[in-house]
């Protein structure tokens, strides 16, 4: 099903931007022989078909990954919901909570809180459409000094954004279907989980770190470029910016290393004593987590994205 529906959701992308991505991939596997060759043609055809939908500007592309990572988690929170009887008990669990602590209106500092958070998380974006406009995606070398190292730096911190938001994509989606396949209680090791044991929170940190640092490369960027003139004017109007974007980096990665950790303890309690899991703990990263003292083992297995509960 999974199949079939990539195949469906990429064939009409390819056919709205009048590419020829599936046919190619279709003309190189036979229904009797596999021909290793053209399938890796074709695969690589497919990539560079992909990328071409990609938004050609910085800032668009910057923005692309934030929208991939709201869009995409939307999604796997209301596939959760539908289909996990026992998300859905997470969420009643919460309310029954709520319920006791008063009326509706007692969360909403927390509430608020957590919208502010995710605008401090926003922030670097404000930054990289303010001052990179006219700034493409095309690589434009490293040579010619510090301008265009710089320049060539922010690209890589918008692509390395999306790709940690890919990177916690893929383990969502790893554990979704590991689960299905092994059972609930299923510690899952294969997959992207063979070399990060929480693949969710890591990619989160990842992103949200590179884009933050791509708000303080594009100032230093404009501020070179630009000329002598302006250059401390220039920092400090995009300090608040920048002010935010540290907080909002700060913020969720101290709630997904809180979760990270609070996942580890609950997971040695559980699998500890198996061969299963004391091999996997030696190959594989952690990511970033607090002092065990301080683990924080309140939310439940399998929960990532930081303040998801702020969703429920």
């Excluded at 689960?179 to 693949?199: C, V």
Aim: hydrophobic share 45%; glycine share 10%.
């Amino acid at each position: 099903a999974m199949a079939a529906s990539s195949y469906l959701i990429l064939s009409s992308i390819a056919s709205a931007a009048g590419l020829p991505m599936l046919p190619a991939i279709k003309e190189s596997i036979s229904l009797t022989s596999f021909q290793s060759a053209g399938i890796l043609t074709s695969l690589c055809t497919t990539l560079q078909n992909l990328k071409s939908l990609l938004p050609a500007s910085l800032p668009a592309f910057h923005a692309f990954a934030l929208f991939f990572y709201g869009t995409r988690l939307d999604l796997f929170l209301f596939y959760r919901e539908v289909f996990y009887a026992r998300f859905r008990a997470m969420r009643e669990r919460i309310e029954a909570r709520a319920k006791k602590q008063g009326s509706r209106w007692k969360r909403t500092p927390f509430l608020l809180s957590c919208t502010f958070l995710y605008f401090c998380m926003m922030s670097p974006l404000l930054i990289t459409s303010k001052l990179c406009g006219g700034v493409s995606m095309a690589c434009g070398g490293w040579g010619g000094g510090l301008v265009p190292i710089l320049e060539q730096s922010i690209r890589v911190s918008v692509i390395v954004t999306l790709l940690g938001f890919l990177l916690g994509a893929f383990g969502d989606m790893n554990k979704t279907i590991g689960k299905a396949l092994q059972g609930e209680d299923a510690l899952i090791t294969g997959g992207i989980f063979r070399f990060f044991r929480h693949p969710n929170y890591t990619g989160e940190v990842i992103g949200w770190i590179s884009s933050c640092l791509a708000g303080f490369l594009a100032v230093a960027w404009k501020t070179l470029s630009s000329g002598t003139g302006g250059r401390v004017a220039l920092w400090k109007s995009m300090a608040p910016y920048l002010l935010l974007s540290v907080m909002g980096a700060t913020g969720i990665s101290f709630v997904l290393a809180t979760a990270t950790t609070g996942l580890e303890f609950r997971q040695k309690e559980k699998y500890g004593d198996t061969k299963e899991y004391q091999d996997w703990i030696k190959k594989s990263w952690v990511g970033i987590k607090m002092d065990p003292a301080q683990k924080d083992s309140s939310s439940d297995e399998g929960e990532s994205e930081g303040v998801k509960e702020a969703k429920s």
